[in-house]
């Protein structure tokens, strides 16, 4: 079974668990780039919980939905503030990030930001452009680069520039300059 194969079971099954009790809920990370490019290989993956706003925090939502439930460990950092799902069916075991939403991605996971690729909820292109492109700016990861490239190179029509910080993007492209057509074709359809 293929790495990109075993994240999106494990996405899955938590997708399943967080639909049930309605959390509003998308993956994305380098598992996205590999669904699109049918590669084999991927070893990152995030999940965007919604939470707040009359809702409890996302972190207390996922850990709800998977109360009781066997194939999933939960570890939270509150020192970091983070917390990570693990898949048990699968050796070695499948971590998931989860994110809160706002903080990571979009406010609010809709129509508008969320896509179905695999039967799973992912970011749109553009949302995973945008949460990509701010990663990078904080820590300079050549996966996350390599993500972007891969992405607004052949999936450039399908971005919405309103939701690109267009600095970043700029800044980004003075570095990567194989992406700077595609960049500049969507600037063109937006007509900036």
């Known amino acids: 079974m293929t790495e990109t194969r075993r994240l999106l079971d494990a996405s899955t099954a938590l997708s399943l668990l967080l639909r049930v009790q309605s959390v509003p809920h998308a993956f994305y990370g380098s598992v996205l780039t590999a669904v699109l490019a049918n590669s084999p290989q991927s070893d990152e993956i995030f999940c965007v919980v919604e939470g707040g706003q009359n809702q409890p925090h996302a972190f207390r939502r996922v850990r709800d939905a998977l109360a009781g439930n066997a194939d999933f460990t939960i570890t939270h ?66 996966r996350d680069a390599q993500d972007i490239v891969y992405v607004l190179g052949r999936h450039w029509t399908r971005v919405d520039i309103n939701r690109i910080p267009e600095n970043d993007m700029n800044f980004f492209v003075a570095r990567h300059t194989s992406v700077a057509p595609a960049w500049a074709a969507v600037r063109r359809r937006y007509g900036v």
């Open 77 to 142: 950092s509150p020192w970091t503030n983070r917390l990570h799902v693990t898949y048990r069916r699968y050796i070695p075991a499948i971590e998931i990030e989860i994110l809160p939403a706002g903080e990571h991605g979009p406010r609010h996971l809709d129509q508008t930001t969320v896509m179905k690729m695999e039967g799973l909820p992912f970011l749109t292109i553009s949302e995973f452009l945008r949460s990509k492109l701010k990663s990078w700016m904080i820590r300079g990861e050549d």
